[in-house]
């Protein structure tokens, strides 16, 4: 059965056609059922969910419309939502309620969206395939013995499965484009400073950002419209007018140059992948577009500069979990040693890593070496990226090298890092990426075809203008919608 | 800059984080690995580079000095791991840092 999208059941909300209370209450009965196995959600707000349906009615019934009326929104757990348990997964934030709401969320909710309730997510947004949550265990949709991807694992895997019809991700280096090409949805990371990071619990502050995961790109436009834009709170979001996505969305790509990637030729990957994104690139040339060789010479340095920048800011925003003011507190013989206490027992081993590669990075006789050569490294990855965009539109590649893998197949920390080196690049240069699904391939080994998805970004700032080149990639293909599936739930897992 | 000689038990120590004998070889041995990685970086030409702190350019962002409400403060210490009236309890600080 194809799921409405949320510009359906807005429009069917706001006609009086539904009730927002109807769709929620049926929202949290397919939680009910489904979630014991997906495991997407940490924590479900059902009473929140049941106010605001009632309010968005009652207003629809005094005449009033929403863009989002009744639309089922899951967030990532590390955005606050006052009164909500917020627990970026850790066991050091376990317990502890907001005491105010996150801009991006705000402005969804006063959109008529629907909170239905926090997602699972990589601890601290800190890993690609939502195994490193301290609260809960998330699987893929299409096949159980998979991870969904990271970290917003949580948000993708509620979306796939048909448990909310929006969702809310964040990304530092790839975490809303890669779990959304595992579970064949839309992941879409805005530039940098387009949308508030208040009340995003901080990793690594120049790179995160948050974005939109939906079933159509479409949905994903309205969104990111919703959300972007300055916020007082957030003095990195950029003051200059959005120039709204939705009625950029186009049927073809006549005139549009789409840059192909020199270093990330497809021969790298397994056969059947392979295929499905020569495939994926002769659809864009079919709608319309002309194919460039573009290139990113530093592109490779991407995984290593990343793994110096994200962790040194990481290791900085961190440091306020000290068990003073907030969420647990282990009590030492004395003050140092409750700090060390606290810490040791509230974060597991990938944060602890990334904080002790960070704290290194940043250490006297070490941070010219390696924190400062990497922002310079960074500086490169930029300018590549500025002139790769002076010959294209959008760059076209792979979100990632495979489809999801098997959970603890990456139990080395430097192979799990590796998963990320399709979408790093476009977050150090802040530009705006998307995934879109793009077809599907069969792991060796398995019986189950998994969906894979095809990577566009674009320019600082050109939103509009890739969000209507991946919707018309999307509505020519649609590899999405081709499955549907809670048919795949039902027999995935199954073993 | 050679990689895998990573001092864990001292970097743990600025990073505030206990860690077990155990803790500190398997860091050790991962914090190594993943050095060896970056250390590709080197043969990056940067020394003319400028260091890109943020992608945006973004200069100081001001606003005025006006008061605004801020988080009420039952709410906020409603999340403290111990309080005592309206204070957060803390451990004692003086002399007793090493």
New interface residues.
């Given amino acids: 059965m194809p799921r409405d999208t949320a510009l359906e059941v807005a429009r069917s909300v706001n006609a009086g056609e539904r009730s927002a209370l109807e769709l929620t209450r049926s929202a949290l009965e397919r939680i009910a059922e489904r979630d014991g196995e997906i495991g997407a959600y940490l924590t479900l707000t059902g009473d929140l969910a049941r106010a605001a349906a009632e309010r968005v009615d009652a207003a629809v019934r005094g005449g009033a419309t929403f863009p989002l009326a009744g639309v089922g929104l899951a967030i990532k757990d590390n955005m606050c939502v006052t009164t909500t348990r917020t627990t970026c997964a850790s066991k050091i934030l376990d317990g ?2 907001a ?2 709401t996150a801009t991006a969320v705000q402005r969804l909710l006063d959109a008529g969206a629907i909170p239905l309730g926090k997602t699972n997510l990589d601890e601290f947004a800190m890993g690609s395939s939502c195994e490193n949550s301290a609260l809960g265990k998330t699987v893929n949709p299409w096949d159980r013995r998979r991870v969904p991807g990271g970290s917003s694992g949580g948000s993708v895997a509620a979306v796939a499965a048909g448990e909310a019809t929006i969702a809310l991700g964040s990304d530092t280096g790839g975490s809303i484009r890669e779990p959304a090409a595992f579970c064949n949805v839309v992941g879409f990371k805005p ?3 387009r949308v508030s990071r208040y009340g995003l619990i901080a990793f690594a502050s ?1 790179l995160d950002q948050i974005g939109p995961i939906t079933t159509t790109v479409a949905d994903a436009a309205l969104v990111y419209d919703l959300m972007a834009g300055r916020d ?1 709170m957030d ?2 979001t ?1 003051d200059r007018a959005v120039e709204p996505a939705l009625p950029g969305l186009r049927e073809d790509l006549r005139g549009v140059r789409i840059g192909i990637v020199r270093e990330f030729g497809l021969e790298k990957l397994e056969p059947e992948v392979r295929a499905v994104y020569e495939r994926a690139y002769a659809d864009l040339e079919k709608l319309g577009a002309e194919l460039v060789e573009v290139a990113l010479p ?1 592109a ?2 991407g ?3 990343y ?2 920048i994200a962790p040194a800011e990481c ?1 900085s925003n961190l ?1 306020r979990f ?8 282990v ?1 030492g013989a ?8 606290t ?2 027992a509230g ?1 597991g081993d990938e944060v ?2 990334r ?3 960070g ?2 990075a940043l ?1 006297s006789g ?1 941070y010219d ?2 924190y ?9 990855i ?1 300018a590549d990226f500025a002139r790769a965009f002076a010959a294209c539109d959008a760059i076209a590649c792979p979100a990632a090298a495979s489809p999801a893998f098997e959970f603890a197949a990456k139990a ?3 192979s799990m ?1 590796l998963m990320d080196y399709y979408t790093i690049p476009m977050s ?3 530009v705006p990426s998307l995934s879109v699904p793009c077809g599907y391939a069969t792991p060796e080994g398995s019986e189950l075809p998994m969906p894979l998805g095809l990577e566009l970004s674009g320019p ?1 700032f050109a939103e509009r203008s890739l969000l209507g080149i991946a919707h018309a990639y999307e509505r020519a293909t649609l590899h999405a919608r081709a499955r549907q599936i809670p048919e795949i739930v039902a027999t995935a897992g199954a073993k | 800059m050679a990689s895998g000689d990573i001092d864990v038990a001292y970097v743990a120590k600025l990073a505030r984080i206990a860690l077990t004998p155990a803790e500190i070889e398997k860091f050790g041995a991962q914090l190594g690995a993943l050095l060896e990685h970056v250390d590709a970086l080197a043969a990056l030409p940067v020394a003319d580079v400028a260091a890109t702190a943020q992608v945006i350019a973004q200069s100081n962002v001001m606003r005025s000095d006006t008061p605004v409400p801020s988080l009420d403060r039952e709410t906020v210490l409603r999340g403290a791991p111990q309080r005592e009236g309206a204070y957060f309890r803390v451990p004692r600080i003086i002399g007793e840092v090493t």
């Fill in positions: 502890w309620i005491p105010y530039t940098y400073g120049s007082p003095a990195t950029v530093t490779d340095y995984i290593a500069t793994y110096l290791s440091a000290d068990g003073m003011r907030y969420g647990l507190r009590e004395d003050v140092g040693s409750t700090y060390e206490q810490r040791a974060f602890k890593r904080i002790l590669i704290t290194y250490s070490y070496a390696y400062v050569r990497a922002q310079k490294a960074r500086t490169l930029a080395d920390p430097v890092y150090l240069a802040g600082l």
